[in-house]
């Protein structure tokens, strides 16, 4: 008797189509990518021009130097106009600390009476407000700088810090005056049958409701204010009161030598540093704040 062995021969598996689905997020993914590297691309391009000598800018314009060295660093660390690095980096903390804390918090008392308090004439002077905002600054250069001068403050940070406690900034009011203006009245007016003022009103009820405008202005009025060219360079006169943006150009205006670029590029960085770690932390808060506030009214 002989077995006859049966052989089966299975047909292959058939392939797993890949979705529409998955190839569209695949797409999406590769463009994000490609689109990062072209945001990040200029600040990967100034963290490894730090490295580079001065003589290789303007012959080699790409990522890696060709010698490296921290030379620049060692520069920029000693300073320029025989004042340290650390003292320009203070003053623009002190100028940027002060504009925050005086732009919040004028911005919101300021916010508050437009979008809380009824008075005569209200609306013409939330007109006139939002009217300065197409008031070019260059306007207001002249007489300015002739009241701070015949109040002795030229060559100080007071021409710089006390406007910003004076709601001058007309985008931060107008900003937190939509923000309040779409809250509900109720808790207001359940603390003013309990006896609260104004004051208390805005302080208890107000700001911890509107803590992500506030980090929006917050963030906004750090950067234009560690970025401000324009402003210390006609108040301020001694390199020792300079924030960072005039040391910066001191750098391009050096007498011996000419402009020292590696110098330059690096005393940019570690200025753009500072920023960055702020815009990081305050952005989490900003988010979170955007996330979890649900007001109906």
């Not at 314009?61 to 203070?90: C, H, Q, S």
């Not at 600390?97 to 809380?116: D, E, K, P, Q």
């Not at 940070?157 to 809250?183: G, H």
Request: charged share 10%.
């Amino acid at each position: 008797m002989t077995s006859t062995a049966l052989i089966t021969t299975g047909a292959p598996a058939p392939r797993k189509r890949i979705s529409r689905k998955t190839w569209q997020s695949v797409v999406w993914f590769v463009c994000l990518l490609a689109l990062t590297a072209v945001v990040l691309y200029p600040l990967v391009w100034l963290f490894l021009s730090t490295f580079k000598p001065n003589s290789e800018f303007g012959q080699n314009p790409g990522l890696i130097p060709n010698a490296p060295t921290f030379d620049n660093y060692a520069k920029v660390m000693e300073g320029i106009a025989g004042v340290p690095m650390w003292r320009f980096f203070l003053n623009s903390f002190i100028l940027a600390v002060a504009a925050v804390v005086g732009t919040v918090l004028s911005s919101a008392l300021a916010a508050y009476a437009f979008a809380r308090v009824q008075f005569k004439g209200l609306g013409i002077f939330f007109a006139a407000m939002i009217g300065t905002l197409l008031l070019p600054f260059h306007v207001v250069i002249i007489p300015q700088y002739i009241i701070f001068n015949k109040l002795g403050w030229i060559n100080t940070f007071i021409p710089l810090i006390l406007p910003k406690f004076l709601a001058t900034s007309a985008f931060f009011v107008f900003l937190l005056v939509q923000f309040i203006r779409q809250m509900p009245r109720d808790m207001d007016e359940a603390a003013r049958i309990d006896g609260a003022g104004h004051l208390r009103i805005f302080w208890s009820i107000i700001l911890p409701l509107i803590k992500p405008a506030l980090i929006t202005c917050a963030i906004f009025a750090f950067i234009w204010e560690w970025n401000d060219f324009l402003g210390p360079l006609l108040y301020l006169t001694s390199p020792e009161n300079y924030p960072l943006p005039i040391a910066l150009r001191l750098y391009n205006d050096a007498s011996s030598g000419g402009a020292d670029y590696g110098a330059t590029v690096t005393a940019s960085f570690v200025a753009l540093i500072p920023v960055l770690l702020f815009f990081i932390v305050f952005q989490r808060f900003l988010v979170d704040g955007v996330a979890t506030q649900g007001l109906k009214g």
